[in-house]
């Protein structure tokens, strides 16, 4: 009975204080309410130098609403401008904002009216340094992203990057009902993007159907400047950190030289602030005209990388991946004249070797492997393969020979060239720290006579203290056990 009354008093206690909840709240929103309406209504006078209260009596609201922000209110005001209310989600809260823009399409002002973001971090879009740099911009200059970030991107980059996009919703709905601007369409806006990664004008011819698209590399397109074949472009999508959606973007390749001509994001469904910057214009441009092995070597600005780690990590991923995609095509027979190796270099990897033929034209090109041949006995029965590979280490290119035999085991690895060497490492692996040239290390023995799945499942640790060389050396070698299964070299699975 003791029990029942304890539940009983608490609950009354409970629902007491539900009701007062309630009345309380009943009480001051209106009051609350009319306070932000106030504010609203004060904060207009500030950001449209010259409006007085008649002004306020004949206004004109329109709402439209973007994808990313909503316009809640227009007033137009005749002879001195116009005053949005606009409204964004931030990384936190809803973020309503006021902004005047006067006759000259010139921004007189803009004051942010409600926000709940991290105090220090997404609240910098109130600060008064932030504030100011608006009077005076151009709506072109605001639509173009020419605004300052203050402290605010680097520590709340969704948050401003929310702004900078609703910011642009708004002015470009201003310039094209109220400045005459035609805003360029998607269809136009790809068309334009298309002839700056290739030729003006071009005449695009599109060939997928002749060639194997993957999930990733999913159109191809060659560009004609009307006389020659000029370019290729590659439609190219993957997934980041938002996974409902996706990133789309085009590249091109100069059919000369191979070397990338540009890259355009066309679609971008990452968050606003991180991987969103992917499209942004101070990232697409350092791909014009970029060498492809600065590409293939990471020689890229990470500009987003920090803040969307996921995201630009699946973009270097799709990015090598096309670039593959694209040697395999056009630069197979095109490479740097497989290298020759004699019979007796490559019987250090396949002993039981007779006749070595190079079939490297036959498969995909590889920055690792230089050539391969298939091996045969006196009876002309295939016995294996050799790949001759090259890398760089720490202080020379190292060059090797590697066999594999029919059923998939790797034989023998014999180092051809290098100029490595280094003081006595701890021991790891094998490895017994006392070799003073490369080629002695018995650390190498690890590979030999081993599956390849086995290798590719369970890799051979790296040398401690010789990490440069040894960690090419892995490298190189996991590369080309992983080319000879997936380029199905001889039928292999």
Do not use: C
Request: hydrophobic share 40%; charged share 20%; no cysteine.
């Amino acid at each position: 009975m003791k029990h029942i009354k304890i539940i009983f008093t608490l609950t009354l206690v409970v629902l007491t204080a539900s009701v007062m909840v309630f009345f309380v709240e009943a009480l001051t929103t209106p009051i609350i309410d009319e306070y932000n309406i106030e504010q609203a209504n004060a904060a207009k006078f500030e950001v449209l130098p010259g409006l007085v209260a008649n002004d306020l009596k004949d206004l004109n609201p329109t709402l439209s609403d973007f994808s990313n922000t909503s316009i809640e209110e227009l007033l137009i005001i005749d002879g001195k401008g116009y005053i949005y209310t606009a409204e964004f989600s931030g990384y936190q809260s809803k973020i309503r904002y006021i902004i005047g823009i006067d006759l000259n399409g010139t921004l007189t002002g803009f004051k942010v009216l409600v926000q709940g973001e991290t105090p220090g971090y997404g609240d910098t879009i109130t600060d008064e340094e932030y504030r100011l740099q608006f009077e005076g911009l151009s709506t072109t200059d605001a639509l173009n992203g020419d605004i300052d970030d203050v402290a605010g991107l680097s520590g709340a980059p969704i948050t401003m990057g929310a702004f900078r996009d609703s910011l642009k919703a708004v002015m470009e709905f201003h310039q094209s009902n109220y400045e005459g601007v035609v805003i360029e369409s998607p269809e136009d806006r790809l068309e334009r993007w298309r002839d700056e990664i290739t030729v003006v004008d071009a005449i695009f011819t599109d060939v997928s159907a002749d060639y194997t698209m993957d999930d990733t590399v999913i159109k191809m397109e060659i560009a004609n400047d009307g006389t020659d074949d000029v370019a290729v472009v590659y439609t190219v999508q993957f997934s980041g950190f938002v996974t409902t959606g996706y990133v789309e973007y085009l590249i091109s390749f100069d059919l000369e030289t191979n070397d990338i001509i540009g890259l355009r994001v066309t679609h971008n469904d990452e968050s606003s602030g991180i991987g969103s910057i992917l499209s942004d214009i101070t990232f697409t441009p350092q791909f014009d005209d970029m060498l492809q092995a600065d590409a293939l070597n990471g020689d890229i600005d990470e500009v987003a990388g920090g803040s969307a780690p996921i995201t630009y990590s699946a973009f270097i991923d799709s990015l090598e991946e096309v670039i593959l995609f694209h040697q395999a095509i056009y630069q197979v027979a095109a490479r740097a004249d497989n290298i020759e190796v004699v019979n007796a270099d490559l019987l250090l990897a396949f002993p039981t070797g007779i006749t070595f033929t190079s079939v490297y034209t036959n498969y995909a090109y590889n920055e690792f492997i230089g050539n391969i041949y298939e091996v045969y006995d006196g009876s002309n029965v295939l016995l294996g393969y050799v790949y001759y590979v090259q890398l760089e280490g720490r202080d020379d290119d190292i060059n090797f020979v590697l066999g594999i035999d029919i059923d998939g085991n790797t034989l023998l690895i014999e180092i051809l060239y290098s100029a490595e060497s280094w003081d006595a490492a701890d021991e790891h692996g094998t490895y017994d720290g006392n070799s003073g040239e490369f080629p002695d290390t018995v650390w190498i023995d690890n590979f030999e006579g081993v599956s390849i799945l086995d290798l590719i499942l369970d890799p051979v640790d790296d040398i401690a203290g010789v990490s440069t060389t040894t960690g090419s050396m892995l490298e190189a070698i996991e590369e080309v056990l992983q080319y000879h299964l997936f380029e199905l070299v001889g039928g292999a699975n």
